[in-house]
């Protein structure tokens, strides 16, 4: 029986050697090539910080990386998911038509319960809700490529305009400024010395866009600046002053995160992540796979992990209270201490 390394430095120990028995039994993903292979591939080793470990191709795809075509790692998959890729399959080359969940399961031969519950507990999402993640996702890319948006409703298999607007789609900016890679968007921001540091807070007319956490102001700028490349950025510390103030006493443990209106993009098993994490209570903190069990979805960890650190208004979104399962912090975008602090703070009564 094939069993899966237990750490990732184990895992990467097999990727250096290119162990063929662990093929199957995980993948690695390349974030600088958006790629992910098998332990086996044959392609030059990537650099150790640019790789992450999933526990299965289906699992890295919904992380947005695409299948290496040299070692074809899908090959790897068990059977059961290697059905939900083919629903997967099927759902994105029919996003013009209305896909019932009899008519999915009778394509791959089970029944609709055994389906639903296969396919949610893969990918933490329904087929219902994969399907309308595809369709923004077409929606998205028809916009950036230039066309016209009532084209791009269209051609990604919107039924009307008014669909596009569905929660599940959690576009962010509106479908002409996206169209547009961000340009003409205007984005508001202002810095503000906290409790771990210096603080930048940037929003759009809609709600707060992004939250960042560093060392200086020129930091947190910069950061902005490379997140939001063809916005126009406004320093307008008089517009964002209330939200500046709750969250500086947020940080020094004096009051829960101040709920906020956002404006960010993200997947439906994203906003599913995020919305889990706003449930929980301050002062306390739950695991990755406590977070996934919640969610319907005991195998989708490391998807959990994923939406955490994508994440652009930590904080609101507080995914520092997400730990390991062994008691350990884990990862956190802006560094363990700041982490530490921030629990330590909630925990103060």
Same mark, same amino acid.
């Given at each position: ?18 162990? /063929? ?20 591939? =044959?392609?030059? +080793?990537?650099?150790?910080? &640019? ?5 299965? *191709? ?31 399959? @099927? ?33 933490? %999402? ?21 066309? =016209?948006?009532?084209?791009?409703? @269209?051609?990604? /298999?919107?039924?009307?305009? /008014? ?15 996206? $169209? ?12 503000? +010395? ?18 960042? %956490?560093?060392?200086? $102001? ?74 996934? +069990?919640?969610? /319907? ?7 959990? *992990?994923?939406?955490?650190?994508? &994440?652009?208004?930590? !904080? !609101? ?14 990862? @956190? ?13 909630? $925990? $103060?009564?």
């Amino acid at each position: 029986m094939r069993r899966t390394p237990g750490t990732d430095t184990a895992r990467w120990q097999s990727v250096l050697r290119r162990a /063929g028995e662990h093929d199957g039994a995980f993948v690695f993903a390349v974030r600088t090539t958006g790629i992910y292979c098998r332990p086996s591939c =044959p392609a030059r +080793r990537p650099r150790r910080e &640019n790789v992450t470990f999933f526990a299965d *191709a289906a699992t890295a795809e919904q992380a947005g990386f695409r299948a290496c075509r040299r070692c074809r790692p899908q090959a790897a998959l068990a059977p059961g998911l290697l059905t939900v890729q083919r629903v997967c399959r @099927y759902l994105e080359t029919h996003r013009d038509q209305p896909v019932t969940l009899t008519r999915l399961a009778a394509h791959v031969g089970l029944s609709p319960f055994h389906l639903q519950r296969s396919f949610k507990a893969t990918l933490g %999402l329904s087929p219902r809700q994969y399907a309308a993640a595809c369709r923004a996702r077409a929606f998205r890319a028809a916009l950036q490529r230039g066309r =016209p948006v009532t084209e791009a409703v @269209y051609a990604a /298999g919107f039924g009307s305009p /008014g669909a596009v607007r569905h929660p599940e789609q959690a576009l962010g900016m509106a479908p002409g400024q996206l $169209r547009r890679g961000g340009e003409r968007q205007t984005v508001y921001f202002a810095t503000a +010395r906290c409790s771990l540091g210096s603080l930048l807070v940037a929003a759009t007319d809609i709600g707060v866009c992004a939250v960042e %956490l560093g060392s200086t $102001r020129e930091e947190v700028q910069a950061r902005l600046r490379e997140r939001l490349t063809r916005a126009t950025l406004v320093h307008d510390p008089k517009r964002l002053a209330a939200w500046i103030g709750a969250l500086r006493l947020s940080l020094a443990g004096a009051t829960p995160p101040p709920q906020l209106p956002l404006d960010v993009q993200a997947t439906a098993f994203q906003w599913r992540v995020w919305r889990e994490l706003q449930s929980i209570a301050r002062g306390t903190t739950r695991s990755y796979a406590e977070v996934a +069990r919640a969610l /319907g979805s005991p195998a989708a960890v490391r998807a959990v *992990a994923g939406a955490c650190a994508r &994440n652009p208004v930590a !904080l !609101l979104i507080p995914c520092h209270r997400v730990v390991r399962s062994d008691g350990a912090l884990g990862g @956190y975008r802006w560094g363990l201490e700041r982490k530490q602090k921030l629990l330590a703070a909630e $925990r $103060r009564p």
